[in-house]
């Protein structure tokens, strides 16, 4: 699985977590949060959609640097399939990142943002979809609170 980096270029997902340890090692006096979130482009007239998972590596205070996943997904027919493989394609990163960083043994709390929200048709699908990222061991942020998938991720669905 290939992201994009616009400080790296193109990464594999291990020279993601390797980029996150050495950052963590070179300022160990730092909060940092590993981020997670997905977002898409629907593509009506080919019941298609872009997906897009970023990773964000975010120092707290000081900035952040993150990486993206780009990839297309056929018979896409409704919102809510969609937002069910967006938090489907965040766990799935966030799954094999974790597994990286603990070969490492390094030890990350991984929010997943989630593009979902009180305000609008997502938000019959809440409990649900939090309950699933949660029960699989990340935190989970929602609109407004969830940048890494409706501000990093959605500024690549459209490109």
């Known amino acids: 699985m290939l992201f994009r980096s616009p400080t790296l270029g193109v990464v594999t997902l291990e020279q993601v977590a390797e980029d996150a340890i050495q950052e963590r090692r ?11 979130g997905t977002d898409s482009q629907p593509h009506e007239h080919t019941a298609s959609a872009t997906f897009v998972t970023a990773v964000i590596l975010h120092r707290v205070g000081r900035g952040a640097r993150y990486y993206v996943h780009k990839e297309h ?13 967006e938090a489907s394609l965040s766990l799935q990163v966030g799954g094999l990142l974790s597994e990286l960083l603990q070969k490492a043994g390094q030890d990350w709390q991984i929010e997943v943002h989630l593009d979902i929200g009180e305000g609008g ?5 809440i409990r649900e979809i939090v309950a699933w990222i949660e029960s699989n061991g990340y935190e989970a942020r929602i609109k407004p609170e969830s940048f890494g998938a409706s501000k990093v991720a959605d500024r690549y669905t459209k490109s």
Not at 121 to 125: D, L, M, Y
């Open 73 to 85: 997904h056929e018979h896409i027919h409704s919102l809510r399939q969609r937002m069910f493989t």
């Open 26 to 36: 070179e300022h160990p006096q730092d909060r940092f949060r590993l981020i997670i």
């Open 121 to 125: 048709e997502t938000k019959q699908w």
